[in-house]
């Protein structure tokens, strides 16, 4: 019998721990003590991996030393560029190494010399002692180290498979003759990660072209004579610079580090160093998957062993990783204890109302064929009221006979005192709507309650059934097939096929609301949820059910005229170019404006190598060349016609004749509400034709009129009331005009001698001070010199001190807790804060000063919407509320209330919230919005 082949795998732990950190940059893991371990999480899923996929008969881990090494004592700027290690790394790499060594794995580490020459070296070593060896890292220059049995492992990313090279890869994907040109092509291209130099203007593909036929950094050099025009040039300058980079970017596999076999054996973990680290990081899944153990288990088996205090034990793994980057034992509708019933006959139908009618909450969730929920019919509801049970009762899409169905359920629906459970709850109300049912009572939505705990997360049922209650719902693409034009819709399935999902979808909401409402409760978000959030839903889903009428005849006027002028636009500038070309075509225009016209000395050229042709570049240049001016004219007329004046028609619904957009909560982690189809907060509004485009938009009848009412300067006067500042407040308390106040003593000259240009300036600070703006932002947005922007935001901070006080305390603050709170208590996450990155810390820096002003601008109109709704709905009024953009509200208002309705609108919105500094609301009135605004 022969022995099992020997298999070596060597890790390299920096770019390991790296990939980790960028995987859950976005979307870190907390856990009950508000320690980031998704870097430990990351690093332990990849290592478990290897261990139970690949299963190496011996393995071990490199890390770098903090001792210099031979490259930078030969080059000083080795790696000089490097940005300081993320405090999220520096944090987890000793508690990395102690998971490590409760694998039993070995670490290896060697003063003077990089994880990179240790693995390269033992590599070499291991493949003569019979060994197939694998360097298990992304980084691509380990290439040079392949040979007939040493591996490149690239390990699985992102969606990406595992990549394993072999000689034969390694020369393909390099584009060499030999693996040991891959050292050729790094000197040539140099590095910019560890800035190495190389020559400059030769890329990959020069670089092969030149080791092709010259075979090597040295060859190139001695022969530069033999090239021509600039590269020649660049060969014979920096040719003993692309030798430097070569030697620099060239694996040793001579280090003075023993090979020792039996020292690299892997045998399995350290159950007693183990278990209490994976307990003490709450990485249940995770020791579930290597000792097949339950998490009361393994918290039995260590619970009281003081060996890790630091951190207390979770009530269950809040840390799992996406599945396809992770794969774990959950529990799924297979496994789990489960008792589901399909609910089609009237006796049970009416036993269902009955129990629901006698419970102080039940969840519910309707299916429905379509996913506009104005436009849906409905296919079925599912109600649940103990965790484990939950009914299916299917619903004709017919809506005749829907209403036999849902006769049965309208009362207990639409009964005040009883709590309505659901995922995304609006979608399922706006569904009813149309079937008369109006859902009444207080409502609790699980996607809302995730977004306050984790605004910046995923929030889809699925992903938190998955995060909360370690159970993997059936994915609606088992029931309908793969996404795509041959995808089935819920209607076309029977009851008995749709029963199983649809009561699992209620049955874990179920479930969630409990788990999330006592981590609500627990973090203090109770009050903002309960007065602010959940309210809102059925206000937003009144105001889309509303919808708002477009005038069609205007949009296709629009069109016309948007074609005329783009055509217009388009001629005058093959006029100004000399001749035709596709404006629309990024690289046609990068060559006539920078090769035939040479507008710039040194254009910027995108990573494709095309010259860079954004509306940036061009905004640069429109002040110097007329020919940029009209391109982002002709650009300006050609997205208005195709994104909203030829598109706003299609979204027309054929129901009511209206467009319904679709109002989401739970994006934006500022708090503020987005819109889809339309998109109203992207109607532009910066130029004649953008706001034409609001004259669509008309009142419902000649019997109504439109009224616009919109917080004037909203954030400012906040930051005023937040900051304290007796100037500011002040000013807004006198209804000073802000800008000119602030021109006025940044530029010391009295008010009635700030000019337009002043307040034009003044009112760039004002604004930019709250978003954290540079002295070099500044000048980029006034186009001055970065001294003058330094001079005047240094003046800005002298006449408003409380401001400049505000802003080091929101820091302050914000370092000590790690994340900042707006006026109603809704936090954003700043956990870079404390970061020794500069580019992440200041990232969060001006966050911590902006997120609490925009925040509370959000809460402050969703408040108000909220009382006013109410007060619509008490007085009986005919008025609708039906649309929000921004800081502006907009009603349909009944000719006869106009007087009524505009008055307590402005007065609701301006008394909302008590400031020491006034809100302001300016209101108007139009037939159609522009009007109105």
Known sequence: MSKPAKKLFLLDAYALIYRAHFAFSKNPRINSKGLNTGVMLGFTNTLLEVLQKQKPTHIAVAFDTSAPTFRHVEFEAYKANREETPEDIRVAVPIVKDIIRGFNIPILEKDGFEADDVIGTLAKKAASEGFEVFMMTPDKDFGQCVDEHVYLFKPAFMGNAVDILGVKEVKEKWDVARVDQVTDMLGLMGDSVD????????????????????????????????????????????????????????????????????????????????????????????????????????????????????????????????????????????????????????????????????????????????????????????????????????????????????????????????????????????????????????????????????????????????????????????????????????????PEEIVEYAAEDADVTLQLKDVLDKEIESTGLGKLLRTVELPLVNVLADMEFEGVRVDENVLASMSGELQEASLKAQEEVFELAGCEFNIASPKQLGEVLFDRMKLVDKPKKTKSGQYATGEEILSKLANQHDIAAKILEFREYQKLKSTYVDALPKMISKTDGRIHTDYNQAVAATGRLSSNNPNLQNIPIRTEKGREIRKAFVARDDQHILLSADYSQIELRIVAAFAEDKEMIRAFREGRDIHTTTASRVFDVPLEEVDPNMRRKAKEVNFGIIYGISAFGLSQNLNISRTEAGDIIKAYFKEFPGIKKYMDACIEKAREKEYVETIMGRRRYLRDINSRNATMRGFAERNAINAPIQGSAADIIKLAMIEIHNWLKKEKLQTKMIMQVHDELVFDVHKDELEKVQKTVIEMMENVVELSVPMKVEAGTGENWLKAH
Do not use: W
């Not at 307990?279 to 088996?301: D, Y």
């Not at 979608?427 to 109006?438: E, F, R």
């Not at 159970?471 to 076309?492: F, H, R, S, W």
């Open 195 to 494: 800035n190495i130099p190389g020559i400059p203007g030769i890329g990959p593909k020069t670089a092969s072209k030149l080791l092709h036929e010259f075979g090597s950094v040295e060859e190139l050099v001695a022969n530069a004579d033999k090239l021509k025009g600039k590269q020649k040039e660049n060969v014979e300058k920096f040719g003993e610079q692309g030798i430097l980079s070569k030697h620099l970017a060239t694996i040793k596999t001579d280090v003075p580090i023993e090979f020792n076999e039996e020292a690299l054996v892997y045998d399995g973990p350290k159950e007693e160093i183990l278990k209490p680290l994976f307990e003490e990081l709450e990485f249940r899944t995770i020791a579930k998957r290597v000792f097949g153990e339950t998490a009361a288990q393994i918290s039995q088996t260590t619970n009281g062993s003081g060996q890790l205090d630091m951190f207390s034990s979770a009530t269950q793994d809040i840390l799992d990783m996406d599945e396809e980057s992770l794969n774990t034992e959950k529990d799924t509708i297979e496994s789990a204890e489960h008792d589901y019933h399909l609910v089609s006959d009237e006796k049970t139908m009416k036993e269902l109302a009955g129990f629901l009618a006698g419970q102080s909450a039940f969840c519910f969730d309707v299916e429905t064929n379509s996913i506009d929920a104005v436009e849906a019919l409905l296919v079925g509801i599912a109600f649940s009221y103990v965790p484990g049970e939950a009914f299916y009762v299917p619903v004709s899409t017919d809506i005749a006979k829907a209403a036999n169905t849902l006769k049965y359920f309208k009362a207990v629906l639409e009964n005040p005192e009883i709590e309505k459970i659901g995922h995304n709850i609006k979608y399922d109300i706006l569904a009813l709507k149309k079937y008369g049912i109006q859902v009444d009572g207080p409502v609790y939505d699980t996607m809302l309650a995730h977004y306050l705990i984790e605004p910046e997360t995923r929030h889809g049922m699925d992903a938190l059934a998955e995060q909360y209650l370690n159970y993997k719902p059936v994915p609606i693409t088992e029931l309908l097939g793969p996404k795509g034009k041959n995808q089935k819709n819920m209607a076309d399935l029977q």
